[in-house]
């Protein structure tokens, strides 16, 4: 599974929209870039996923450079409980899915 | 979004006994599900994944003799840290997949004094 590099924290005013990059310059054809999130001691939460074209529902926004080297993940309305550890991973689907943590990026809202 | 439960969500045990962890899909069924580990202040290391009907696939350095997997439903994933010790205190994560995601469940944290 290609790498991954996240910045190890950021700030966001509650109500603001936070922005989260991710590069993944050696990301493959066929491997999809995942988002996931950890709050403290629970296990991880599913956000979204996309493979070129820039997806939304109804937790966030992906959206993925045209040559797919980079993503940045919006929460477009950030609240207090959206403070967590966000974790950008690239895998391949199906039964190669396996999922490599980094360390992830550490977001802090504040009031 | 998929829903898994883990039971127990702590549990603490003596050196030396065994521990079992349930993984199950509530509302779905999984042919594959992973274990998952996450020591204090670490990220998730994967340790093996789960196919239902088969034998477990462990990451390297996984003791597969310590750490039992049984994938006997499309339900349900077990995994039995034998003869646990303390350095195997952890926090035990399962994750089941749906077509291209996982979903994982909330965690076990396990304290062997």
């Known amino acids: 599974d290609a790498k991954t590099t996240q910045p190890t924290s950021m700030d966001c005013a509650e109500g603001r929209a936070a922005n989260l990059p991710c590069n993944h310059s050696?990301?493959?054809?066929?491997?999809?870039v995942y988002w996931y999130r950890q709050i403290h001691s629970q296990g991880p939460q599913y956000i979204i996923h996309g493979l070129k074209n820039n997806e939304t529902n109804e937790m966030a926004s992906l959206i993925i450079t045209e040559d797919r080297k980079s993503s940045t993940l919006i929460l477009p309305h950030a609240t207090l409980r959206d403070t967590a550890v966000y974790y950008c991973i690239v895998s391949s689907t199906g039964t190669a899915s396996k999922l490599t943590f980094g360390t992830g990026t550490r977001l802090q809202v504040t009031l | 979004g998929a829903v898994v439960s883990q039971h127990p969500s702590r549990v603490i045990c003596k050196s030396g006994t065994s521990v079992k962890i349930e993984c199950r899909s509530l509302?779905?069924?999984?042919?594959?599900m992973f274990w998952y580990r996450q020591f204090p202040k670490q990220s998730l290391m994967l340790m093996a994944t789960?196919?239902?009907?088969?034998?477990?696939?462990?990451e390297q350095g996984v003791e597969k003799d310590k750490f039992l997997i049984n994938h006997a439903s499309l339900t349900l994933s077990t995994l039995t840290v034998t003869s646990a010790h303390p350095e195997d205190s952890s926090f035990y994560i399962c994750s089941a997949l749906v077509q291209e995601t996982q979903y994982f469940g909330p965690g076990t944290r396990l304290l062997v004094l």
């Open positions: 789960s196919n239902e009907g088969s034998k477990a696939t462990y």
């Open positions: 509302d779905f069924q999984a042919t594959t």
């Open positions: 050696t990301i493959s054809g066929n491997e999809y």
